[in-house]
């Protein structure tokens, strides 16, 4: 079940809120700018479908968000727990860093955590599938796929190069939880 759980940035510990009611979500990130939708597919689709599967299950969404955002690439990504490189590829975004563009990622199926460091303020917010997210550009957060990573995630990009993370320098990150 999707879940936000908002802190003091100083206090990993005690949560200021914690819902798991998708509007109240919702409500709470659009005051910081960050856009929550679910979405449901055309057709049933699974992990290990092709990517054009994938994509044509969730075509008229995809297609509402390239016209209004602008978005020039869209991908599917997709990470299985026995990946040889899950530690790595985990690794590389535990770090607070900031993007120069939106970062939108669509969560097909399984799960990540997205942790937003906005105002002297933590929000984690537990992705599940069916769950949209749209950072927006220069917010600070950093993503935690778990130690055994599985999700099938649709991602969206206004730069050709993809995904260039520019990286705070600060030890946030490691003051928080870590998605087990």
Known sequence: MSRLRIFDDHSPDSPLLATTAFEAMAAELARIGVQLERWQPAHPVQPGDPPEAIMAA?????DRLVAQRGFQSVDVVS?????????????????????????????????????????GKVYEVLCEAGDLISVPDGM??????????????????????????HFTGTDIAQRFPRYE
């Open 79 to 119: 990470i299985a727990p026995d990946n040889p490189n899950r530690e790595a590829l985990r690794a590389k975004f535990l770090d607070e860093h900031f993007h120069k563009e939106d970062e939108v990622r669509f969560f097909v199926a399984g799960s990540g955590l997205f942790t937003l460091h906005v105002g």
């Open 140 to 165: 600070t957060h950093w993503f935690d796929m778990g130690p055994a990573p599985s999700f099938v995630a649709i991602r969206f990009f206004t730069t050709p190069d993809g995904w260039v993370g």
């Open 58 to 62: 969730y075509r008229a969404d995809i």
